[in-house]
């Protein structure tokens, strides 16, 4: 069995050792670009007890991986206490902003970011790693820590008690020996794994599934990494929204309660699309790529733009185009709310919104790429949207967009249609 770290060990010499607090202002961080409110803060206590397992550990910045710091509380913490040549991954992309700017308000470097890719583990000795909600994310990782980090890699993962199970220990039970739940502290727990197994030939993920897409003879393959939502298959949302796309909702509306909606919203949907012979299509916040991958192949003529935030979600969607051989129509972009597409560009966008930010219920993601749509969107395009029925969107839709009308609803989602105005 390989030697492992001693997660309790003084530090190394030239650099502060540390048995208690760490002298850092996590308060000092932000969130921005992503939502901030007052119940929604920059750090938690998890991130600190990795950072003072991390500086006890006695390893250099070189030999210490880190894995889902979300605004970069780790990482920053870790450069303040003088650790160099940290490698961090942060899936979303509002991470890497927020790390960004964070670093630069407090006059901090000495990181560098990496996708989940050999260079981010190679030779790490120490990873730490704020657990993921799913437990296929989790299985990805740390089939990866296994795989490329050093043979005597300590894996620290942490997170709060409350959403922490017993699985999360047995599937990092698959890929090291020693998994050691830790005393929880100030409503965090840490669990140390460690003696790494020998890894499969192929990684677990991702992983290929053909699927039933409505309006399609066909299967789509569908292509997921660990950390996409729903996996290789279609959720529910998403489904209900291509039955829309494939029947008739698309051409004859219903009609709304308030006349002058109803016209405008007729109206605008005769108005020619800017380049008619190509017309634009966004699917914003686009996952493993279904809805993008679907509408490329019922509309050959269009240019479809996938985007997400999430960098697990960009690489399933980029597979899942590869897969449907459509790769060379579909332009996928790692994006915080479609960011880098041009004002008034878009004559279409698809939107299945996600109504979690990380852990928390919180409506504040929605309504960003709600005003993301708003931007893109040309005057008279339109924005089809799929979303909880519970949350009632519409009256948020019409301020913020234009004229909105139902088309479809199910007891658990609805489907709206809105033309910009």
Known sequence: MYSTLNV?????????????????????????????????????????????????????????????DEYGAIALALADAGRQGIRVHQDLATGRRALARNAAAAGLGGFVSLELEPALLDGARLVLLQLPKSLAELEEISDAVARWAAPDVTLIAGGRVKHMTLAQNEVLGRSFENVQPQRAERKSRLIVASGAREVPVEPPYPVAEPVEVPGRVEALTLVAHGGAFAGARLDIGTRVLLEVLSGEERLRLPSVAHPVSSSALRASAQRPATGASTPTVVDLGCGTGALAAAYALAHPEAHVIATDRSAAAVASARATMIANGIQDRITVTHDDAGSEIPDHSADLVLLNPPFHLGSSIHTGAATRLFDAAARILRPGGELLTVYNSHLGYKSELTRRIGPTEQLRRTPKFTVTRSIRR
């Open 8 to 68: 309790c060990s003084a530090g190394v010499k030239g650099q502060r050792s540390y048995a208690g607090e760490v002298d850092f202002s996590y308060a000092s961080l932000r969130r921005f670009p992503d939502v901030e409110a007052p119940n929604l803060q920059a750090w938690d206590a998890t991130d600190e007890l990795l950072v003072q397992r991390a500086l006890a550990a006695g390893v250099t910045g070189e030999e210490i991986a880190v894995i889902g």
